[in-house]
């Protein structure tokens, strides 16, 4: 095909577009990317990542909790992750006499190794492509509705049939916006133990601060291990259980990493966007992540200035914290790179090539008027968009309010809800009542709730917010601190006590007088008005989005393979497993500034201050570091690497996956993003996108030399 100006101004505006570097594949097709993946240095096939003929990498990968990687090394089902993604059971396991956070974690024997109740792990056993089932019966003629319809009866026609054949869970997954589909056979664990963390001035090194940027010295690393029944078989916690026996576990290298080696990440990245249209990415880029930001920063400044004041309230606002804090960091870093790189820019450059071949052909109409009508949906959704951001963001921050809302369900109960049904509500509720006010802080909460109802009422018109805050105008004159004055002091689920005497002596005659409670009117006013507002108009929004993104993603699978034949086409991440490769090496996020590839002990120590949480080092750490005893995990040159980057398409949910080597052992942890590119979910720019791993020579010096926990190195299968 001959190719346009627009389209050759595009090659190089747009860049590495589908760079070798760029791409999350499905490792059931690996096959296709395995010369280019050869040619950059790879020495095993792809045979030898993802089989279901034999074991393979696959079997040591695992979706870990609900939102990060883990990986198996040893035959006893030892896996390591991220520290932030362990982060919360250390929290959870943590009291002021533990304080797991600030000392770390180290079972010395497997008795030691503690229960996480609730906590699974995923593993991936087969894939198959069932797109010509689940669009079974659908045609050029079938309308959006009726093929919405079918393929919800195909996969579930397909799930009911497959679960009667097989002991694994089974679920259908969409690629390609709806043009492809797998079905997908996983194991789930549910006896999960945790085994070893380092202390958070480790594991959490910079805090905040350093979260989200290069160069990095953090040791983001936890270690748990799987647990089954004495057949084999996932199985509840039981002190009968037993380690799990992989069919796989990743051999660990020694060796380092040098500039330009050739590196791959395995995992399972949660969310990409990188198909939308430029309008989406602006709304994304400029209206609704500055709103998050400025609501997210408001809040952690009040967490910060409590919890300096108080190690126990430090410990109970951890977890709650990093939660914040992850994200906040990385949207400011989408704003920033979308502006600076312009992103939105070269995704117009993108969208002129496009209707260019579009035009070229009259069947292509479709495909042209997708991307037309894309603006004037999201204009419309933008209101929608805002108002669930706000209520979100600020309204259900307000810690009272969020767990008020969980007894809205007791609060229905009449004299016929059966008392069976009744209990298992109550039974449900105690135990969230006690975690609750395990980690709950009032004065903090109330500062919160003052802060953000004073957003909330400023950005939201009369006419389109919840009716609490028109409430705060009329009752109290606009004094937000007056109306939260009220709402704590009247309150009942500001004391555990008074709240666990409601459960204990409940009565269905009570329901009424609990749902007149301030708490649960303040979150029904807020949920009504969605429900009643905004809940079926963003709905209605969204299918109209995911349809126009259905047809103008066809469009591009259409169009890239003819306008830029040298290129493969990658799916968006869902959270199932992939595979990301590119190579090691540094960047040069602006004029004058260039970062190499890995950092060292040395910039622990010179990041070093007593004062500031974030950045104290340990006196052990000092210890080994003064002695400079690193023993065989020291590199080449002497020092201790502790980080080190890569070209590899990462995003969350990447957390804790395995960095391999070209000859498929373990080389670290991926643990984060340059902050420089985190716009990579919806932008790529292989000249900052990279992702951050801790080097697993420090991982196994903190474990060995630090912790002396060498039980857990001779488990491992170790490549000097």
Same mark, same amino acid.
């Given at each position: ?21 760029? =791409? ?18 790879? &020495? ?74 609730? +906590? ?98 953090? =040791? ?156 004037? !949906? ?101 004094? !937000? &601190? ?65 349809? +126009? ?29 992939? !595979? ?141």
């Amino acid at each position: 095909m001959k190719r346009t100006l627009s389209t050759i101004i595009t090659v190089i505006i747009f860049g590495g577009i589908l760079r070798a570097d760029e =791409g999350m594949w499905i490792p059931a097709l690996l096959q296709r990317n395995e010369a280019e993946m050869q040619a950059m240095g790879m &020495k095993i096939t792809a045979d030898d990542i993802y089989s279901i003929n034999h074991s393979s990498m696959k079997d040591a990968v695992v979706l870990f909790g609900g939102g990060c990687t883990g990986e198996i090394v040893s035959d006893q089902g030892l896996l390591l992750t991220n520290h932030h993604c362990g982060y919360g059971w250390i929290q959870r396991h943590s009291t002021v006499e533990h304080d797991y956070l600030t000392d770390g974690f180290w079972a010395m024997t497997m008795e030691e190794e503690l229960p996480c109740p609730g +906590l699974t792990v995923t593993m991936l056993k087969n894939m198959v492509d069932v797109t010509d089932k689940v669009l079974e019966g659908v045609t050029d003629q079938t309308t959006d509705e009726e093929r919405a319809q079918l393929v919800k009866e195909n996969i579930k026609k397909l799930v009911e049939e497959t679960e009667k054949t097989t002991e694994y869970k089974v679920t259908v997954e969409s690629f390609y916006q709806g043009n492809q589909y797998f079905l997908m056979y996983n194991e789930i664990f549910k006896d999960i133990r945790m085994v070893g963390a380092p202390p958070s001035n480790i594991g959490k090194f910079g805090g905040d601060t350093d979260n989200w940027v290069w160069p990095r010295h953090t =040791g983001d690393f936890s270690i748990f291990r799987v647990y089954v029944d004495k057949d084999g078989k996932p199985a509840e916690y039981s002190e009968d259980n037993v380690p799990y026996k992989p069919d796989y576990h990743f051999t660990i290298s020694l060796k380092g990493v040098e500039k330009d080696d050739f590196t791959f990440v395995f995992g399972y990245p949660a969310r990409t966007n990188e198909y939308l249209p430029s309008v989406a990415v602006n709304q994304e880029a400029n209206v609704i992540y500055p709103v998050v930001v400025d609501l997210r920063t408001q809040i952690l400044d009040i967490y910060n200035k409590y919890q300096e004041k108080d190690a126990k309230v430090r410990i109970q606002y951890a977890s709650k914290h990093a939660g914040l804090g992850n994200g906040w960091k990385k949207w400011m870093g989408v704003i920033e790179g979308i502006r600076s790189f312009k992103g939105i820019e070269k995704k117009r450059a993108f969208e002129t090539a496009y209707n260019d071949w579009c035009m070229q052909a009259r069947n292509r109409m479709k495909y042209m008027h997708a991307l037309r009508d894309f603006t004037p !949906v999201y204009e419309e959704y933008e209101k929608y968009r805002m108002a669930t951001t706000y209520m979100t963001e600020a309204g259900f921050s307000i810690e009272l309010i969020s767990y008020a809302a969980s007894f809205a369900e007791l609060g229905e109960v009449t004299k016929d809800t059966p008392q069976e049904e009744i209990d298992n509500i109550i039974s449900s509720l105690k135990a969230e009542t006690k975690a609750f006010f395990k980690d709950y802080y009032q004065p903090i909460d109330e500062e919160v709730a003052v802060t953000m109802l004073e957003a909330y009422r400023a950005a939201q018109p009369e006419d389109f917010r919840p009716e609490i805050l028109n409430e705060i105008d009329k009752k109290y004159k606009g004094d !937000v &601190k007056a109306y939260v004055d009220y709402l704590f002091k009247k309150s009942i689920f500001t004391s555990e006590e008074n709240v666990n005497k409601l459960l204990d002596g409940f009565k269905p005659a009570k329901a009424k007088k609990l749902m007149k409670d301030p708490a649960i009117v303040a979150y029904n006013s807020m949920y009504e008005f969605y429900r009643d507002n905004v809940k079926d108009k963003s709905k209605e929004c969204n299918d109209r989005i995911n349809n +126009l993104r259905r047809v103008y993603m066809e469009g591009q699978m259409k169009m890239i393979p003819e306008v830029y034949p040298e290129r493969n086409l990658y799916p968006d991440a869902n959270f199932t497993l992939r !595979v990301t490769y590119g190579k090691v090496g540094g960047f040069k996020p602006k004029d004058a500034v260039t970062y190499r590839h890995f950092t060292t002990l040395d910039g622990i120590m010179q990041k070093e201050n007593p004062d500031i949480y974030d950045y104290v080092v340990t006196d052990r750490l000092h210890e080994l570091y003064d002695a400079k005893d690193y023993g065989r995990y020291a590199d080449k040159d002497g020092s201790m690497h502790v980080a080190f980057i890569a070209g590899n398409h990462t995003t969350g949910g990447n957390s804790g996956s395995p960095i391999l080597n070209a000859e498929g052992q373990l080389l670290g942890l991926n643990f984060d993003r340059t902050w420089e590119g985190t716009m990579s979910d919806l932008v790529y720019d292989p000249s900052i996108c990279k992702n951050i791993s801790v080097d697993i020579r420090y991982v196994l010096f903190l474990i060995d030399k630090y912790a002396g926990c060498t039980r857990l190195i001779d488990e491992m299968t170790i490549a000097e």
